[in-house]
């Protein structure tokens, strides 16, 4: 056996100089190292731990104060610019995106036919006005003519009157022999011949009143005529204006439809305008609106601008959820019920004016976080 070999454990040279291999520490040995790994872990898990669940209370904290959706987007009353005379399209001065002010002119049609039909309605008043001058005219005629016939009547009175008189007095001449039977029946003739005439007088009156009637009825008429031709000729003058269409206010151009030469109908959309005035329109879930009032403020921000938050406050709410105002509103009582939660529009306006540099539309998304608490 060799010296390496048979060196026992406790060798004085130690196993190393008597060749032996060395020998694994104790498991006691190695407890102790483990140990004192196993707190340090435990102590970096539990500040995690308290991290995670301070940062997560006073995130829940913080985030019960707001009541936020994604369903929302700016809304404007766009107008829809239309024509009120149908023609053929002769100007369009605007452009798509184009940014333009009240009264500025947007689309102008061909003012030739109406400016005929002006024209037309002129010369149909003037017409009208000789019609009225006209029947004015023959009225002071039939009035002299009836003065006229009641002198005529006057004059008749007296002679039948006379005649009468006449009349009685040969009568009584003839009975006491002092007149002829001759100056009788001439004195006879005489009272017929002006009763008659007295007669014919009174209807000559009567046919004067009645034509006097008739041309205050003509005039009448006249000034009707004349009326209706002054309120076409201002219809016509209308129609006139009405081919030069402009911005009714301040907005920008988003829908062009129209071009020269295109002819146009009453009521056609030819542009859209959309006012400088915006606002959002959020649908919150009924169940959001427990603390939500007006006047609140609303921190909101908008996909196309996310470097930036505006500030705004709840203006109203709408009356109704969203589909009970749909063309087809939902109908609960038939079929089998199936609760949803519904939406409700809720309107926030911007507290700052907006800038021009980050213009906004309808349509744009928009994230409100209202501040309930």
């Given at each position: 056996m060799s010296p390496d070999q048979s060196a026992p454990p406790d060798h004085p040279l130690g196993p190393k100089d008597a060749g032996l291999k060395p020998l694994a520490p104790p498991v006691a040995a190695r407890v102790p190292r483990r140990r004192r790994?196993?707190?340090?872990?435990?102590?970096?898990?539990?500040?995690?731990?308290?991290?995670?669940?301070?940062?997560?209370?006073?995130?829940?904290?913080?985030?019960?104060?707001?009541?936020?959706?994604d369903d929302a987007f700016i809304d404007a009353h766009m107008v829809r610019v239309a024509p009120q005379v149908a023609g053929r399209v002769a100007l369009v001065p605007v452009d798509d995106n184009q940014a333009v002010a009240p009264g500025q002119l947007l689309v102008k049609i061909?003012?030739?036919?109406?400016?005929?039909?002006?024209?037309?309605?002129?010369?149909?008043?003037?017409?009208?006005?000789?019609?009225?001058?006209?029947?004015?005219?023959?009225?002071?005629?039939?009035?002299?003519?009836?003065?006229?016939a009641r002198a005529q009547v006057d004059v008749a009175e007296a002679n039948a009157t006379n005649a009468i008189h006449q009349l009685k007095r040969s009568e009584t001449l003839v009975a006491k022999l002092a007149a002829s039977q001759?100056?009788?029946?001439?004195?006879?003739?005489?009272?017929?011949?002006?009763?008659?005439?007295?007669?014919?007088?009174?209807?000559?009156?009567?046919a004067a009143e009645a034509q006097f009637a008739v041309t205050r009825s003509q005039i009448d008429t006249a000034e009707a005529v004349l009326r209706s031709a002054a309120a076409q000729v201002e219809q016509a003058r209308l129609d006139l204006s009405y081919t030069e269409v402009v911005a009714s206010q301040a907005g920008t151009i988003a829908h062009k439809n129209v071009?020269?030469?295109?002819y146009v109908q009453v009521g056609q959309n030819l542009i859209a305008l959309v006012p400088l005035?915006?606002?959002i329109t959020a649908n919150f879930k009924e169940s959001q609106l427990v603390l939500m009032r007006v006047g609140q403020p609303v921190e909101i921000t908008i996909d196309a601008y996310p470097d930036k938050t505006f500030?705004?406050?709840?203006?109203?709410?709408?009356?109704?959820?969203?589909?009970?105002?749909?063309?087809?509103?939902?109908?609960?009582?038939?079929?089998?019920?199936?609760?949803?939660?519904?939406?409700?529009?809720?309107?926030i306006v911007f507290d700052d004016p907006l800038d021009a540099g980050r213009p906004l539309g309808p349509g744009m998304s928009v994230v409100p976080s209202v501040k309930v608490r």
């Open positions: 790994r196993r707190p340090v872990v435990l102590l970096v898990v539990a500040v995690a731990g308290l991290a995670a669940l301070g940062g997560g209370t006073l995130w829940w904290l913080e985030a019960r104060q707001y009541e936020s959706t061909d003012p030739a036919p109406l400016r005929a039909k002006l024209d037309q309605a002129e010369a149909n008043r003037a017409n009208a006005a000789g019609a009225l001058a006209q029947a004015r005219a023959q009225r002071a005629v039939v009035e002299a003519n009836a003065h006229q001759q100056a009788f029946d001439d004195a006879t003739a005489a009272a017929r011949r002006t009763a008659a005439a007295l007669v014919a007088a009174q209807r000559g009156l009567e071009s020269p030469g295109d005035e915006v606002w500030r705004g406050h709840v203006d109203s709410f709408q009356r109704g959820s969203g589909p009970a105002f749909s063309l087809l509103p939902p109908e609960n009582a038939t079929g089998n019920y199936v609760k949803v939660v519904q939406r409700v529009p809720v309107k």
